[in-house]
């Protein structure tokens, strides 16, 4: 069962900026599209982002603008640049394959916490 690693979250000033990154245990050429999630406090799981094998992107409404989804296939990692972070961007971010993600691929998530 592949399973995915993220990692680059962290605690940031509202306007800062951070880079996430998600490391799959198999090749992104494998799959339809990764995406990135996010799950609020108190919130269901939701996608921001996804990037498909074809090399289109896709972002929720609140995220357009200000996050970017990008890949680089010799390290195998999916990325999401985030700028413009607000405190409403707080969240554990997680990646995982879109649409369907299996249940047991969920990896730990990365905390970003936007706070002045």
């Known amino acids: 069962q592949v399973q995915f690693v993220e990692s680059g979250g962290g605690l940031v000033q509202p306007g800062g900026s951070l880079r996430l990154s998600c490391a799959p245990s198999?090749?992104?050429?494998?799959?339809?599209?990764i995406a990135w999630y996010r799950q609020a406090p108190g919130k269901q799981r939701e996608s921001v982002a996804r990037?498909?094998?074809?090399?289109?992107?896709y972002y929720e409404d609140s995220v357009k603008d200000r996050f970017t989804i990008s890949r680089d296939f010799a390290k195998n990692t999916v990325f999401l640049q985030m700028n413009g972070l607000q405190p409403e961007d707080t969240a554990v971010y997680y990646c995982?394959?879109?649409?369907?993600?299996?249940?047991?691929?969920w990896g730990q998530g990365t905390p970003v916490t936007v706070s002045s």
């Open positions: 995982n394959s879109f649409p369907s993600p299996p249940p047991t691929s």
């Open positions: 198999e090749s992104i050429f494998k799959f339809y599209a």
């Open positions: 990037l498909t094998s074809g090399g289109s992107d």
